[in-house]
């Protein structure tokens, strides 16, 4: 007899002693697929380090070939700026998403905050 449990975002298939685990997106997660975001906890990483400068990847969530898992697509804007301003670089990138995501954008590529 085939069961089925769901827990989160992993579903487990067992028949007697046979299990299969499947990782699938959290169904609460698809909403994002399309939509653009960035990595903020990566990029004040790379802030902290003592360069003079340090840049933001702007991207898209698409969902992997399975069809079951979400990934970041392709950049589409680069912000940088300098460390010092890192708060100020983080809400531009705040503002260029939600301007990507309501199809506002100008098409600019590469951005640098004063």
């Known amino acids: 007899m085939l069961q089925t449990l769901v827990s989160g975002s992993t579903v487990l298939i067992y ?67 300098s460390p010092s301003n890192k708060e100020k670089v983080f809400e531009f990138c705040e503002n260029v998403v939600k301007d990507l995501d309501a199809n506002l954008w100008d098409g600019r590529k590469s951005l640098t905050v004063k």
């Open 15 to 81: 028949e007697g002693l046979n299990l299969k685990i499947k990782t699938m997106y959290n169904v609460k997660d698809i909403q994002f697929v399309g939509k653009h975001d960035y990595d903020k906890e990566s990029a004040e990483r790379f802030a902290s380090w003592a360069g003079k400068s340090f840049s933001v990847n702007i991207f898209q969530w698409g969902l992997k070939s399975n069809g079951k898992e979400m990934k970041p697509l392709k950049g589409l804007v680069r912000v940088s700026g």
